[in-house]
């Protein structure tokens, strides 16, 4: 991941694009990597003969198999969280919360540039 920031006051437009893209590319290095590694573990699982039920490295093989596929799932979530910023900046609405309307703090946004919503409606959800 990157340490760029957008600026905490004004959201400079400029700085936000070149964050998003800079963690859209990260995200995607990432997703390139956990798709290896579950290939692998495909692949791995298919070579060896093993008993998921009676087996110990069968129960390992496939929670690592779980696992690998769980955090590929995160990992596409974030790119398409990113990518719905990148379109929401362009279109203008970029930190504007999609549930209230209400601009989303500064401060949430450099924590989590492609927050959809504030913090207050983002409580409201858990």
Do not use: K, W
Request: glycine share 4%; aromatic share 2%; net charge negative.
């Amino acid at each position: 991941m990157t340490n760029q920031r957008p600026p905490d006051a004004a959201l400079d437009r400029t700085a936000v694009e070149a964050l998003l893209a800079a963690q859209r590319a990260s995200t995607i290095e990432q997703l390139r990597h956990l798709e290896a590694d579950l290939a692998e573990i495909i692949a791995a699982s298919r070579s060896v003969a093993t008993d998921d039920e009676h087996d110990p490295e069968g129960v390992t093989i496939a929670f690592e198999r779980a696992q690998t596929a769980a955090n590929l799932d995160r990992v596409r979530a974030r790119l398409v969280d990113l990518e719905h910023a990148a379109v929401r900046l362009a279109a203008g609405d970029y930190g504007r919360c999609e549930q209230c309307g209400e601009p989303i703090a500064p401060a949430r946004l450099v924590a989590r540039p492609s927050a959809r919503t504030c913090i207050t409606c983002a409580g409201r959800r858990s």
